[in-house]
């Protein structure tokens, strides 16, 4: 019985182990109209938290999508159409971006690297 048991726990565990990686590699990244309100040029928006880490990211791994999830309405799609341009600027073609309306907060933009 006890070898059965010790069996269950060392497949549990490692399966468990397993799906460690993808769960830590989890990204997602939130951008606040705060930050987004500061003047902005190439080297501002370059440097703005998060998109640097975002950028590096989706570099790092070809083939990804970078989900645009911006809160809801004209303000927020507007807002999601100059990320968009900037984030093209920065090197991520549009074909790699889709925006989806619905943040969670309606003062950020959340953004996502999902695997095609």
């Known amino acids: 019985m006890k070898s059965w048991l010790s069996v269950a726990a060392l497949g549990l565990l490692s ?3 397993c799906c460690r990686p993808l769960l830590a590699e989890e990204q997602l990244w939130s951008l606040s109209a705060d930050t987004w309100a500061q003047p902005r040029d190439g080297r501002s928006v370059a440097q703005m938290a998060p998109l640097p880490e975002l950028a590096a990211a989706w570099f790092r791994q070809p083939g990804q999508r970078i989900l645009v999830r911006y809160p809801g309405g004209e303000e927020g799609l507007l807002w999601a159409h100059e990320l968009r341009s ?3 600027a920065l090197g991520i073609p549009g074909e790699d971006q889709e925006l989806v309306a619905g943040s969670r907060q309606g003062d950020r933009i959340e953004l996502e690297l999902v695997t095609r």
């Open 15 to 17: 399966g468990l182990l």
């Open 86 to 88: 900037w984030l093209i």
